[in-house]
T-cell receptor, first 114, second 114 residues
Framework: DSGVTQTPKHLITATGQRVTLRCSPR?????VYWYQQSLDQGLQFLIH???????AKGNILERFSAQQFPDLHSELNLSSLELGDSALYFC?????????????FGEGSRLTVL | EDQVTQSPEALRLQEGESSSLNCSYT??????LFWYRQDPGKGPEFLFT???AGEEKEKERLKATLTKKESFLHITAPKPEDSATYLC???????????????FGKGTKLSVKP
């Protein structure tokens, strides 16, 4: 158990809809990262929040947004969903923010867009 | 363009049959190379970080090595519980200050039969 909790584990929705994925980091970790994992693209970095502030952006679409709340949990909002957004979405956390460090991943949220 | 390529995509071994997984990378300066293990339905789990060519790290039956262009994950006398997908990731020098800004390969799915 990594200590990172993600909900929901599975989500099925329709094209054009909006969903919110939630992540609680390990106790004490200030950094939260979001990733998308699809069969053809592998694991892709989306965005990084540190102590409530956006720290870095990766390959995140404009239809996607995230935030980190004062209690350090984070939410990833996906809107105007398309079939191609079907994927596993992982959250990870770490104690630090920069440099080289170990990431602790949650078990993921599987999104299916029909 | 920074890129990570893992081979083979899938590997089937008999219990006790040693082998190696390959991770080739093209990056504009390497800060660190990571190996993660991912079990079905789970998030990636950290194994190793390597920083410079010639470096080696070991953990139980796994040994990771690094050259200037590739890394190998050697598995000695594997057991069925070593079955998983092994992911390689790199952090480039121009990583933007975020620990999570990693470039992942698509992984090698290892199956070890008793």
């Amino acid at each position: 158990d990594s200590g990172v909790t993600q909900t929901p584990k599975h989500l099925i929705t329709a094209t054009g809809q909006r969903v919110t994925l939630r992540c609680s980091p390990r106790s004490g970790d200030l950094s939260v990262y979001w990733y998308q994992q699809s069969l053809d693209q592998g694991l892709q970095f989306l965005i990084h929040y540190y102590n409530g502030e956006e720290r870095a952006k990766g390959n995140i679409l404009e239809r996607f947004s995230a935030q980190q709340f004062p209690d350090l949990h984070s939410e990833l909002n996906l809107s105007s969903l398309e079939l191609g957004d079907s994927a596993l979405y992982f959250c990870a956390s770490s104690a630090g923010t920069s440099g080289v460090g170990e990431l602790f991943f949650g078990e993921g949220s599987r999104l299916t867009v029909l | 363009e920074d890129q990570v390529t893992q081979s083979p995509e899938a590997l089937r071994l008999q219990e006790g049959e040693s082998s190696s997984l390959n991770c080739s990378y093209t990056v504009s300066g390497l800060r660190g190379l990571f190996w993660y293990r991912q079990d079905p339905g789970k998030g990636p789990e950290f194994l190793f970080t390597l920083y410079s060519a010639g470096e080696e790290k070991e953990k139980e039956r796994l040994k990771a090595t690094l050259t200037k262009k590739e890394s190998f994950l050697h598995i000695t006398a594997p057991k069925p519980e070593d079955s998983a997908t092994y992911l390689c990731a790199v952090q480039a020098l121009n990583y933007g200050g975020s620990q999570g800004n990693l470039i992942f390969g698509k992984g090698t799915k290892l199956s070890v039969k008793p």
